[in-house]
């Protein structure tokens, strides 16, 4: 049996009071058919999902479109930072850091349960190739770049300091370093959140749809054929305006905008994460350390009870649907850390997961290097003879600045007066919170469980109580998806009727972070979750079989480890 829509699940939903379910499958692809558009975005990642809601918040009338799910590609791969951008002072990208501590401030107050501040400590040693003293001149212009509005100023940290914070690293050759401050992020919660807010704002968007040619009428593009992947169904979207969000995915559409061209507008740059239980390493804060191996800067994160590990940087032809981290990936960020952390003596046994995702650069930011890492993160839009206008380069902070630029764009393709979105002030879905740590406080009181309760808080800020409350109506939705970790079952019926969850791989790579954090990479919890989306997705026995079948596939797509370099 094939998928059905949702409509199963918003009838056995009792009223989630003011927070509608999202609208059946079926209507909006009648909508998408039936209906002419002043923009079609192509791509669900976070830059097309920001540009839909800006564009929406407009006036305009919005559509969108992916051919997996909402940030399935770079957007849930990231380090799950928004940041300021420290290491590009190193490259004089002032500009970029600039603009990018003022998007971290905002993102700060705009969805403060899924943005906020981490301290990050950069110990400092004989002979490294930041010293001291140029290390706290950085810090301290990077300070200036954000106003001196950053969540703390830089503090120096001599070397007992140092070691008093982290007493885990190397002291061999410690002489002292510095605490800044940054910020922290669920990569695909922050795109999804920008994708229902364009929803719930009267755009259309669809996720598992792809465009399979552009509808082109006297040499301009005036829509896309679009085939939905869940039910087999070709339909026409008919719009004034096309934008290509895609990232790495970008030429893809370039080459169906012009075929037989040979279109490479963006060069990819592979980043490899690991996750280790963090009690393996004991890191307090984050801590940002230049590899011995090379001297690049990398990343240790703390993730709840894991420890991030990241990232390497290396250009790639690698296609995007199957970029995979490498053994030689995992040993170098393995290598690197044990070099801090000598006790910790991280082996390849260690890894809970390993996850790659491909920057999208933009191929004019290299001007005239190979090195990825000091490629310019700056992005750019182009459009093209038919009108379709691309996107590339950029960064997870700067979304919405990008999105801001798109839809600028679009505006004057489409000759009509420049208005200005109200995301700068408006807060994304959940984001509605006075107070966090009241928040939290009101959760633990009322969920009992200290993990559940900040996890749903950090998952659905504001929206929290209402999906606890599903556990109210059935009590077996309290249960645990996998054991030792704070997702429940509830959390699945959710994702089905109000965060446009159609497949296991949905719910447990992008609106949970279950398989990042389990051994098995969310196996054993699919079987937990297809029991609940089951029967509000209208799967038989033998369709259910077969969604498992196809998350096992997924899992192994994206988190097998390659045994060659990529």
Do not use: C
Not at 287 to 315: C, H, N, Q, W, Y
Request: glycine residues 8%; hydrophobic residues 40%; neutral net charge.
């Amino acid at each position: 049996m094939r998928v059905r829509s949702e409509s199963v699940a918003l009838r056995q939903l009792s009223a989630e009071g003011d927070i509608p379910p999202t609208k059946p499958r079926s209507e909006r692809l009648k909508a998408l058919a039936t209906e002419e558009f002043d923009l079609l975005i192509i791509g669900g990642g976070v830059t097309g999902a920001g540009s839909a809601r800006d564009a929406v918040l407009r006036g305009l009338k919005v559509a969108l479109v992916e051919r997996e799910d909402f940030a399935s590609g770079t957007s849930s791969r990231s380090s799950r930072l928004i940041h300021g951008g420290l290491r590009y002072l190193e490259h004089g990208h002032l500009g970029l850091v600039f603009e990018s501590s003022i998007e971290r401030r905002r993102l700060l107050q705009l969805a403060p349960h899924l943005v906020r501040p981490l301290a990050f400590v950069w110990p400092v040693y004989a002979g490294a190739r930041v010293p001291r003293w140029k290390l706290n001149a950085g810090l301290m212009l990077y300070d200036a770049l954000s106003l001196f509005r950053n969540v703390k100023g830089y503090q120096r940290l001599n070397r007992e300091q140092l070691h008093q914070s982290e007493p885990g690293l190397r002291t061999d050759g410690l002489k002292g370093g510095a605490r800044y401050y940054d910020a922290a992020t669920d990569d695909a919660r922050l795109t999804l959140a920008n994708a229902l807010g364009a929803s719930e704002s009267g755009a259309v968007v669809l996720n598992h749809a792809s465009v399979q040619r552009l509808d082109v009428v006297d040499g301009k593009a005036r829509g896309a054929i679009v085939v939905d992947h869940l039910t087999g169904q070709q339909l026409t979207v008919r719009a004034r305006a096309i934008v290509n969000a895609t990232g790495p995915w970008s030429d893809e559409i370039r080459k169906l905008d012009a075929p037989g061209g040979n279109a490479h507008a963006v060069r990819g740059s592979k980043g490899v994460h690991v996750a280790v239980p963090r009690k393996r390493l004991g890191n307090h804060d984050a801590l940002t350390l230049l590899s011995p191996k090379d001297g690049r800067v990398m990343f240790v994160l703390p993730a709840d009870d894991f420890t991030i590990i990241g990232t390497t940087e290396t250009s790639t032809r690698a296609h995007p649907a199957e970029v995979r981290a490498s053994e030689t990936d995992v040993a170098y960020l393995l290598e690197s850390a044990n070099a801090f952390f000598p006790e910790a003596h991280l082996t390849r046994e260690d890894v809970v997961s390993a996850w790659a995702g491909i920057r999208p650069l933009s191929a004019s930011g290299y001007h005239g290097t190979t090195d990825a890492g000091s490629a310019s993160r700056e992005h750019h839009i182009d459009l093209s003879p038919t009108g379709v206008l691309a996107i590339s380069g950029g960064k997870l902070t700067t979304y919405r600045v990008m999105a801001r630029d798109v839809v600028d764009a679009v505006e004057k393709h489409l000759g009509q007066p420049r208005r200005k979105a109200p995301t700068e002030s408006l807060p994304l879905p959940g984001g509605d919170i006075p107070d966090l740590n009241a928040e939290l406080a009101a959760a633990r009181d009322v969920v009992g469980d200290a993990a559940t309760a900040t996890h749903l808080v950090r998952a659905y800020g504001s929206r929290w109580r209402r999906v606890w409350a599903l556990t109210r109506e059935d009590a077996s939705l309290a249960r645990p998806l996998a054991p030792g970790l704070p997702y429940r079952a509830a959390e699945a019926v959710w994702g089905v009727t109000h965060e446009l969850v159609h497949t296991l791989s949905d719910l447990l790579i992008r609106r949970l972070k279950v398989a990042f954090e389990t051994r098995d990479l969310g196996r054993g919890a699919a079987q937990v979750a297809a029991e609940v989306m089951a029967p509000r997705l209208g799967w038989d026995e033998a369709e259910t079989r077969r969604q498992l079948d196809t998350y096992a596939s997924d899992a192994l797509r994206i988190f097998g480890i390659d045994s060659a370099e990529s």
